[in-house]
């Protein structure tokens, strides 16, 4: 009965140092991070007079068929809002995505804020 026991034991310490066979370790998937909308409230939806009105002239303005980036610097960030017409509509921000000037990630609300500090903004 010892031996019995003994030999599952064995087996099971066996069986947990199994591998998948490839010899790479394997990786948890990554997660994604959500983006979330909090303080973006004044910008989504906006048209570009309403940006002009809430940041200032447009350090640069892109235009790619009927979609347009605004883009607004910072020496804090840059801001990149994304307008799209909607049926008819006057194109309207569905999307911004912010960056520090060297690249870095910085809060998307966080740059807003700072934005309507620059000259020119409200």
Do not use: W
């Amino acid at each position: 009965m010892i031996r019995l026991a003994a030999s599952l034991i064995l087996l099971l310490l066996v069986a947990g140092c199994a591998t998948t066979g490839s010899g790479a370790p394997e990786r948890a998937a990554p997660v994604p991070i959500p983006y979330s909308g909090v303080g973006l409230e004044r910008v989504i939806g906006q048209n570009a007079n309403g940006l002009v009105r809430l940041f200032g002239q447009p350090d640069a303005d892109v235009r790619e068929g009927n979609a347009r980036k605004l883009q607004f610097h910072s020496g804090i960030c840059v801001l990149d809002t994304y307008l799209y017409p909607k049926g008819s509509g006057e194109p309207r921000v569905t999307y911004v995505d912010a960056r520090q000037p060297d690249g870095r990630t910085i809060d998307r609300a966080s740059c807003v804020s700072a934005l309507t500090r620059r000259v020119g903004g409200k």
